[in-house]
C-alpha cells in the first residue's frame, strides 16, 4: 500500500457539544493516536474508528465538545518492529508492505516533528567545532536558553543587563512605538540600583547622589535614606512612594548634617537657570541647626508637589531668584526661621527677580516655633506675580511676612492661631491682593493684619476672635488700600479697639459687618487717625456694637463717604424769612454744605443760619453761614468746618434754610449740600 500523505495531526474547532472529529492521515492502530481537547492530553473516553484507512477516518469522544474549544489528533506511532522474518519461511507481500509501511510513516513522523523543532536554517552551513546541541540538564536548570555571542552555540545563562537590549516591547494603543525592554526600563531609575539602602541609619548620599548624576528620573521606593546633602541638576525628577503625617509610610530623606538636604544651584543669570527640575510624593526630615531643607537658586519652570518637610531646621524652603514654578500639595513645618523664604539674592543685577510662582493647597504651619510661615524679602521690589491658593498659616509667630517685594494675590487664605500677626506688610513693599480671606484667632496682638506698604485690596474676608484682646485687626497706614465685604465676629472674651484703623491716605471701606457676641464691650468699626486724608467709608452694619462706628483719634466723626450726593438751589436771602427747604427720603447725615454768591454782595449784617429738623419745629442742629458784607460776584462761603458731630437726619426730615439776624439784602444766592442718602450705620 503506498503511503504519500505528509499530514501527522489535523487540529479542529468544535461546534456546540461536537463528539466526531475527523483525521485526515493513516495510522496503522489504534493506540497510534494521541488525542488532545483544548490542550489537554486525553487518556481514555473517546474511539479511533478506520484504523489502516489510507485516508483517515473519525476519532469520536464519549461527551460533547464545547462550541470554540481546540481538539487536535496527533500520529504518535511507536517507532518499533514487531515483525520477525523466518528462514525459509513465508515472505508475504502484505507482511512486507506493513513494514514497509510503518517505516515511511515514522519517516514523515518524524519530518514534522523536526519541523516544528529548534534547528539550524538549511542556507546555513554547519560550523566546524561548535556544538549545537543544548547544554547538559544540570547546567541549564534555572536558567535561560541563549546563544553564545561568538559562535552562536546554545548556552545555558542567567541573564545580564545587556540581555533586555533583545527584547522588543509595544506598548499597548493605536500608534504606540516598539522599543526594547532596556529601553523602557531606564526610563526611569531606582536609587536601590545604585545600592541605596533606606534604612535610615546607612548614609545612602554617594548612592542617591550617583543616580541623579545619571538619570533624570529617579525613583526612590518606600524607606528612610539617610542623607548629608543632595544636589539636583537641570531636568531631574525625584519621586517617592508619599508620606503620612505621622513617618510611618512612604519615601524620607533625612539629614544627618550638612547645610541643606536638595540643593539646586543655577548660575546668577536669568538666561541660565536650572529648569525642569520636580521634587514629588516624598518627605524631609530636617533638624540640623543651621541648614536649609530645600535650598534653591535660580531655578525656573519647576514643580514641587505633595512634599513635607518637617523638624527644627532653621528655613524648609529656601528660594532666591526662582520663577515660574508651582508648590501644590505641601505642607512645610517647624522651621525655626521660616518655613518659606522667597528673596532675591542681595546682588544689584538687571533682569533678575523672584516670582511668577503659584502656592496651591499647601499648609506653612510653624508648630508655634517658627517665626514665619512665609517671609518675602526682594531688596529691589523685584517680586512679582505671586499668587497662594487656598493656603493655610497656622501657628507660625507671623503667618505671611513682606520685608519688601511686588505684587501678590490670596485666594481663600487661611490664618490661624499666629501669635504676632496673621499678616505684615513693612513700608516700601506691595500690599497683597486677598480674595476670600478668613482668620480665626484667640492670641492676644497688636494687629491681626499690619499693612504698610502700596495698594493692595481684600474683597471678602471672615474674622473670628475669641477668648483674647486685639487692638485692631487691620491696622492700615499704607496708601491705596481697599477693603470690601468684610465680616467681623468678636466673639466672648475678646475686647477690639478697633477692626480696622486707617492712618494711611486713600482707604476705601466698604460692605462692613461686625457682630459681638453677648459680653461687656465697645467696638470701633473704623478708627481715622488725623494722617487718614481721602478715606471712602460707605455700608457699615452693626449687631450688637455699642461704640461708635466711625471715630478720628477717638471722637465719633463723618469722613467723605463714597455713598454720597450732593444738590444745589437758588434761593433769595431775605431777614428772618424762610425761603429754602429740603426734605430727605432716607435716613443718613449732611457730610458738606456751602453757599456760594455768584452775582451780588451777598447778605449785609447779620448771619445766615441752616437748620436741620423738622418743619413741625423738632430738634434742629446749626450750620453757620458767615456772610460778608461786601462778597464779590462768585465768592464761596464754606461751612464744612462747622459741621457738628452727630449731624444725623432721618427719612422724611426737612433741612431749613434761615436768613437770620439784620440780613436784609435780597441778593440770589446758592445753596450746595452734600449728604448721604443711604442707610449706611445701623
Known amino acids: 500500500m503506498t503511503v504519500t500523505a505528509l499530514v501527522t495531526r489535523n487540529d479542529i474547532t468544535a461546534t456546540a457539544s461536537q463528539t466526531s472529529f475527523t483525521y485526515t492521515f493513516r495510522v496503522l492502530a489504534a493506540t497510534d493516536m494521541d488525542v488532545y481537547q483544548n490542550g489537554v492530553l486525553l487518556s481514555s473516553g473517546y474511539t479511533v474508528n478506520d484504523v489502516g484507512n489510507t485516508t483517515g477516518g473519525t476519532v469520536v469522544l464519549d461527551s460533547g465538545v464545547p462550541v470554540g474549544q481546540i481538539v487536535s489528533l496527533v500520529l504518535a506511532m511507536p517507532l518499533d518492529r514487531t515483525t520477525n522474518y523466518q528462514n525459509s519461511g513465508d515472505f508475504l507481500a502484505a507482511d512486507v508492505n506493513s513494514d514497509f509501511d510503518k517505516i515511511y510513516i515514522g519517516a514523515v513522523q518524524n519530518e514534522n516533528e523536526g519541523g516544528r523543532s529548534l534547528r539550524l536554517k538549511d542556507v546555513?552551513?554547519?560550523?566546524?567545532?561548535?556544538?549545537?546541541?543544548?547544554?547538559?540538564?544540570?547546567?541549564?536548570?534555572?536558567?535561560?536558553?541563549?546563544?553564545?555571542?561568538?559562535?552562536?552555540?546554545?548556552?545555558?545563562?542567567?541573564?545580564?543587563?545587556?540581555?533586555?537590549?533583545?527584547?522588543?516591547?509595544?506598548?499597548?494603543?493605536?500608534?504606540?512605538?516598539?522599543?526594547?525592554?532596556?529601553?523602557?526600563?531606564?526610563?526611569?531609575?531606582?536609587?536601590?540600583?545604585?545600592?541605596?539602602?533606606?534604612?535610615?541609619?546607612?548614609?545612602d548620599t554617594a548612592a542617591i547622589q550617583a543616580a541623579i548624576d545619571a538619570k533624570d528620573n529617579i525613583y526612590l521606593p518606600t524607606g528612610v535614606y539617610a542623607i548629608t546633602g543632595l544636589t539636583l541638576r537641570e531636568g531631574s525628577v525625584l519621586h517617592g512612594d508619599g508620606y503620612s503625617l505621622d513617618n510611618t509610610k512612604g519615601t524620607v530623606l533625612k539629614l544627618t548634617s550638612g547645610t541643606y538636604a536638595l540643593n539646586v544651584n543655577g548660575t546668577f543669570s536669568p538666561f541660565d537657570a536650572r529648569r525642569y527640575i520636580q521634587i514629588k510624593n516624598l518627605s524631609i526630615?530636617?533638624?540640623?541647626?543651621?541648614?536649609?531643607?530645600?535650598?534653591?537658586?535660580?531655578?525656573?519652570?519647576?514643580?514641587?508637589?505633595?512634599?513635607?518637610?518637617?523638624?527644627?531646621?532653621?528655613?524648609?524652603?529656601?528660594?532666591?531668584?526662582?520663577?515660574?514654578?508651582?508648590?501644590?500639595?505641601?505642607?512645610?513645618?517647624?522651621?525655626?526661621?521660616?518655613?518659606?523664604?522667597?528673596?532675591?539674592?542681595?546682588?544689584?543685577?538687571?533682569?533678575?527677580?523672584?516670582?511668577?510662582?503659584?502656592?496651591?493647597?499647601?499648609?506653612?504651619?510653624?508648630?508655634?516655633?517658627?517665626?514665619?510661615?512665609?517671609?518675602?524679602?526682594?531688596?529691589?521690589?523685584?517680586?512679582?506675580?505671586?499668587?497662594?491658593?487656598?493656603?493655610?498659616?497656622?501657628?507660625?509667630?507671623?503667618?505671611?511676612?513682606?520685608?519688601?517685594?511686588?505684587?501678590?494675590?490670596?485666594?481663600?487664605?487661611?490664618?490661624?492661631?499666629?501669635?504676632?500677626?496673621?499678616?505684615?506688610?513693612?513700608?516700601?513693599?506691595?500690599?497683597?491682593?486677598?480674595?476670600?480671606?478668613?482668620?480665626?484667632?484667640?492670641?492676644?496682638?497688636?494687629?491681626?493684619?499690619?499693612?504698610?506698604?502700596?495698594?493692595?485690596?481684600?474683597?471678602?474676608?471672615?474674622?473670628?476672635?475669641?477668648?483674647?484682646?486685639?487692638?485692631?485687626?487691620?491696622?492700615?497706614?499704607?496708601?491705596?488700600?481697599?477693603?470690601?465685604?468684610?465680616?467681623?465676629?468678636?466673639?466672648?472674651?475678646?475686647?477690639?479697639?478697633?477692626?480696622?484703623?486707617?492712618?494711611?491716605?486713600?482707604?476705601?471701606?466698604?460692605?462692613?459687618?461686625?457682630?459681638?457676641?453677648?459680653?461687656?464691650?465697645?467696638?470701633t468699626v473704623v478708627y481715622l487717625d488725623s494722617g487718614a486724608?481721602?478715606?471712602?467709608?460707605?455700608?457699615?452694619?452693626?449687631?450688637?456694637?455699642?461704640?461708635?462706628?466711625?471715630?478720628?483719634?477717638?471722637?465719633?466723626?463723618?469722613?467723605?463717604?463714597?455713598?454720597?450726593?450732593?444738590?444745589?438751589?437758588?434761593?433769595?436771602?431775605?431777614?428772618?424769612?424762610?425761603?429754602?427747604?429740603?426734605?430727605?427720603?432716607?435716613?443718613?447725615?449732611?457730610?458738606?454744605?456751602?453757599?456760594?454768591?455768584?452775582n451780588g454782595t451777598g447778605a449785609s449784617g447779620g448771619t445766615s443760619d441752616l437748620r436741620c429738623g423738622t418743619v413741625t419745629g423738632g430738634s434742629t442742629k446749626y450750620l453757620s453761614v458767615n456772610s460778608a458784607s461786601s462778597a464779590s460776584i462768585g465768592d464761596v462761603v464754606d461751612v464744612s468746618s462747622s459741621i457738628a458731630s452727630g449731624n444725623f437726619f432721618n427719612a422724611a426730615d426737612t433741612l431749613l434754610l434761615y436768613c437770620a439776624g439784620s440780613a436784609t439784602n435780597t441778593e440770589e444766592a446758592i445753596l450746595e449740600i452734600e449728604y448721604v442718602e443711604t442707610s449706611v450705620y445701623r
Not at 526594547?180 to 546607612?202: H, M, N, Y
Not at 513700608?427 to 502700596?454: E, H
Open 124 to 203: 546555513e552551513p554547519p560550523t566546524a567545532g561548535v556544538d549545537m546541541t543544548i547544554p547538559l540538564k544540570d547546567d541549564r536548570k534555572g536558567k535561560f536558553l541563549a546563544f553564545d555571542s561568538v559562535t552562536g552555540a546554545p548556552i545555558a545563562s542567567l541573564g545580564d543587563t545587556t540581555d533586555a537590549s533583545l527584547v522588543s516591547y509595544t506598548p499597548a494603543g493605536t500608534g504606540a512605538v516598539t522599543t526594547t525592554v532596556q529601553a523602557k526600563l531606564r526610563e526611569t531609575v531606582s536609587v536601590e540600583d545604585f545600592g541605596a539602602v533606606g534604612d535610615g541609619i546607612t548614609d
Open 285 to 523: 526630615s530636617n533638624n540640623v541647626v543651621g541648614s536649609k531643607s530645600i535650598n534653591a537658586f535660580f531655578m525656573t519652570r519647576f514643580v514641587i508637589e505633595n512634599v513635607y518637610v518637617y523638624g527644627g531646621a532653621d528655613d524648609h524652603l529656601f528660594m532666591r531668584n526662582c520663577y515660574n514654578g508651582r508648590i501644590a500639595g505641601c505642607r512645610f513645618s517647624g522651621a525655626t526661621n521660616s518655613n518659606c523664604t522667597i528673596a532675591v539674592k542681595n546682588d544689584a543685577v538687571d533682569n533678575v527677580f523672584s516670582g511668577q510662582m503659584l502656592f496651591d493647597d499647601c499648609d506653612f504651619w510653624g508648630e508655634e516655633t517658627s517665626a514665619y510661615g512665609v517671609y518675602i524679602a526682594t531688596p529691589y521690589n523685584i517680586l512679582e506675580q505671586l499668587q497662594f491658593n487656598k493656603c493655610h498659616f497656622l501657628k507660625n509667630v507671623k503667618g505671611y511676612y513682606v520685608l519688601s517685594g511686588g505684587i501678590a494675590t490670596l485666594i481663600s487664605p487661611h490664618f490661624e492661631e499666629n501669635s504676632d500677626k496673621d499678616m505684615e506688610v513693612e513700608a516700601g513693599a506691595v500690599n497683597p491682593n486677598i480674595v476670600g480671606l478668613f482668620s480665626n484667632n484667640s492670641t492676644a496682638s497688636f494687629s491681626a493684619f499690619r499693612f504698610a506698604g502700596i495698594g493692595g485690596s481684600i474683597t471678602g474676608a471672615k474674622h473670628i476672635l475669641y477668648n483674647g484682646a486685639t487692638v485692631r485687626i487691620y491696622d492700615i497706614s499704607g496708601n491705596g488700600m481697599s477693603v470690601n465685604n468684610a465680616y467681623f465676629r468678636i466673639a466672648d472674651g475678646s475686647s477690639v479697639q478697633a477692626c480696622i484703623k486707617v492712618t494711611g491716605e486713600n482707604t476705601e471701606i466698604n460692605n462692613t459687618y461686625v457682630f459681638k457676641g453677648g459680653v461687656s464691650g465697645s467696638v
Open 533 to 598: 486724608l481721602r478715606t471712602s467709608i460707605g455700608y457699615i452694619y452693626r449687631d450688637n456694637v455699642s461704640k461708635d462706628v466711625v471715630s478720628v483719634n477717638g471722637t465719633a466723626q463723618y469722613p467723605s463717604l463714597s455713598k454720597s450726593k450732593t444738590v444745589r438751589s437758588r434761593f433769595v436771602l431775605n431777614g428772618g424769612v424762610q425761603r429754602e427747604q429740603f426734605v430727605f427720603d432716607t435716613d443718613g447725615y449732611i457730610n458738606r454744605a456751602r453757599v456760594i454768591y455768584p
